[in-house]
């Protein structure tokens, strides 16, 4: 069967640029093109040919007419190729399928538990992917690739998940994801950190979208984060996602589990909210919140704090304002236009994002030269990881 793919890689520079800039823009003419690569038109046409004879690119209307005839808008062909973008938390993942305008044609979510180890994990991936392939009856050569965002620290190159903490099921140390799934499929895969894929969402078709710095926190049972700083990804060595989540925030204070002390994380994940929760009730705190001490999750907290039950609102307070001199300290440093809030704690808890902002923004020390902008959860939500996995598809086509 003719490999669809290999069109691709028959694509030289130039054709693949206009092909960024055709998907980027979602549609655009000739004109506005010309305008951004200040190429001749003669020159255009020549490498807008392929886009077209591939069938990647067509032809989607009018224009508005700065005079003359009305211009011919070009768009990506949406079912020219598909995509498969998996988000794998700590806990649950979610697969999606996309067509190439980034539209979600299905998304399948299931539970990470004791369960799920890396074996079952990728077994019930393969297996919702064939459904899906047979269902919406889509060839493999028309997959363009998988890209699966997860939780670090992995090695990028060979596609492998190191030893992520927090995960509750063993077994999840040196996980070789990218070659159990090639072993499955014939198309190819890629993994980066679920932030960086989340950041790159929201920079290439979201919030960010035009803007040149800016920042994506997670905020669940550990803080996850991806930077994008002068347009570029900003990468460390273990492709770590965690490294603002263990800022020390406190010399004196709480033992952390990486084993140093004051870290973000010990006041402002999930667990350190239900961990000081649980301390305050011990030491004969009153809460309104009826249920058994260890049955209390931290959605019984952030709905307790909405509804005015002190000690929750005092717990949410204190964990937010951690996380808002954290930001303070990362605004200070790298200067974002932007900064997206999400998971599940902004997700569950307004007073929490917004109590985040109010501690971010009266502290920095930009105040009153340059406004950082705050966004909660972004125009993707949820999606966000497992969008952009599949964007990380799509730009190593395109960059290579
Ligand atoms: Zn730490």
Redesign the pocket.
């Known amino acids: 069967m003719k490999d669809l793919r290999m069109n691709f890689n028959k694509l030289n520079a130039d054709s693949k640029r206009i092909l960024d800039i055709i998907i980027k823009s979602g549609a655009t003419t000739k004109n506005e093109i010309l305008k951004i690569t200040k190429m001749k038109l003669t020159t255009l046409n020549r490498f807008l040919e392929p886009l077209e004879e591939f069938d990647l690119i067509e032809q989607i209307g009018v224009g508005e007419s700065s005079g003359g005839r009305k211009p011919t808008l070009y768009g990506i062909k949406e079912d020219s190729f598909y995509i498969f973008g998996i988000d794998i938390s700590r806990t649950y993942t979610q697969i999606i399928l996309v067509n190439m305008k980034m539209n979600i044609i299905c998304k399948e979510r299931f539970i990470m538990d004791e369960s799920t180890s890396p074996e079952i994990t990728i077994q019930k991936l393969t297996e919702v992917i064939s459904k899906t392939l047979n269902d919406f009856d889509i060839p493999h050569n028309k997959i363009l690739g998988l890209g699966i965002g997860t939780v670090g620290p992995i090695d990028r190159e060979k596609g492998i998940i190191k030893n992520p903490v927090n995960f509750e099921s063993i077994g999840w140390l040196n996980v070789p994801i990218k070659s159990m799934f090639e072993e499955n499929f014939d198309f190819p895969v890629f993994i980066d950190n679920g932030s960086n894929t989340a950041v790159l969402a929201e920079y290439i078709l979201g919030v960010g979208k035009g803007m040149n710095n800016i920042a994506y926190f997670n905020c669940g049972i550990g803080i996850r984060t991806g930077t994008i700083t002068s347009g570029v990804i900003i990468r460390s060595i273990n492709d770590g996602e965690d490294a603002f989540?263990?800022m020390v925030i406190d010399v004196d204070g709480d033992l952390?589990?990486?084993?140093?002390y004051g870290?973000i994380?010990?006041y402002s994940s999930i667990k350190a909210v239900t961990r000081k929760f649980t301390a305050e009730v011990k030491k004969g705190r009153i809460t309104k919140i009826h249920k058994a001490l260890h049955e209390i999750n931290y959605k019984d907290i952030t709905k307790a704090a909405e509804e005015k039950d002190s000690l929750s609102k005092e717990i949410i307070i204190g964990a937010a304002s951690i996380m808002g001199a954290g930001l303070v300290n990362y605004i200070n440093l790298l200067n974002p236009n932007i900064i997206i809030l999400s998971g599940p704690l902004i997700k569950s808890s307004s007073l929490f994002y917004d109590t985040c902002v109010k501690v971010a923004n009266s502290k920095n020390f930009l105040r009153g030269n340059s406004q950082v902008f705050f966004n909660k959860e972004g125009s993707f939500g949820e999606d966000a990881i497992s969008i952009g996995a599949a964007v990380m598809v799509i730009n190593d086509f395109l960059s290579t």
Do not use: Q, R
């Open positions: 989540g263990h952390c589990s990486c084993g140093n870290c994380e010990c």
